[in-house]
């Protein structure tokens, strides 16, 4: 019996920034249904990769193809399928949230009574429904967190991509929206994120890829990757790098 497409295939994807090469020919397949974590150190090209993946970005060699759609073949057909919370892109924030979220189900061609019935179950779903009229500049990082998630969601994609989804975010707003992303992924949709935090992966992904110097090292499900022993460990292993620190002598002495 053949394999399903994977929700999201990535063939051969490189990026060059002058003469440094972001992304290196890299392959990655990621199940339909997982819960897909992407770590690797800063400068490892997480972002730049899953930019590409998403049509933010176009590479310079190599396909993105999302549930069988080519990105960069036919983007409206793919972007369709995909909701994406980038890290650091520049949103509409002198809009209040529920102007954001109905802004992004409108471009996406939704009725508008569609768009304002999801709205508002977004914006409780998420706890945001006293700060909907409130402009988004004045949102706290948690906040704007979850806004642009309602965003990503707002027209029931089958692909969320997230770039540190919860980076700067409250445990509160944290667990919030780890609550609806194991919600959609245990109902049939597919969950991609980056991280910098090994233990919130491990506790919540169910594939992992370890990506070093903008190609995958290793990829598949997670205690798979793991190999038996914590996913920081394999990390360290993969990555390299000196953990021990020296020197120092002077801040572990005191004096009155």
Not at 15 to 29: E, I, M, N, S, Y
Not at 190 to 207: G, N, Q, W
Request: with cysteine; hydrophobic share 45%.
């Amino acid at each position: 019996m053949p394999q399903p497409e994977p929700a999201l295939r990535l063939r051969a994807l490189t990026k060059r920034f002058g003469p440094t090469t972001a992304v290196d020919q890299l392959d990655l397949d990621v199940p339909r249904g997982s819960f897909y974590g992407l770590v690797g150190p800063n400068g490892a090209g997480k972002t730049t990769t899953l930019s590409m993946a998403t049509g933010l970005l176009r590479p310079d060699e190599g396909t993105a193809h999302v549930l069988g759609v080519d990105v960069w073949a036919d983007p409206v057909a793919a972007k369709a399928k995909i909701g994406v919370l980038p890290d650091g892109l520049r949103i509409f924030d002198r809009l209040t949230g529920r102007q954001l979220v109905t802004y992004a189900g409108l471009l996406r061609g939704m009725p508008r009574e569609l768009v304002e019935q999801r709205v508002e179950e977004l914006l409780v779903a998420l706890g945001l429904t006293e700060a909907r009229d409130k402009l988004v500049i004045d949102y706290s990082a948690g906040m704007t967190k979850k806004v642009t998630l309602a965003c990503a969601l707002v027209h029931a994609p089958r692909l969320l991509v997230l770039d540190e989804p919860f980076e700067a975010v409250d445990p509160v707003s944290a667990r919030t929206i780890r609550g609806i992303l194991e919600g959609f992924a245990g109902s049939g949709g597919t969950v991609v994120l980056s991280s910098h935090v090994m233990d919130l992966v491990e506790r919540i992904c169910t594939d992992v890829a370890i990506i070093v110097a903008g190609r995958v090292r290793t990829a598949g499900p997670l205690e798979v990757v793991r190999e038996g022993g914590r996913l920081e460990d394999r990390f360290l292993e993969l990555v390299g790098g000196a953990t021990d620190v020296e020197g120092l002598a002077w801040l572990r002495t005191s004096s009155d």
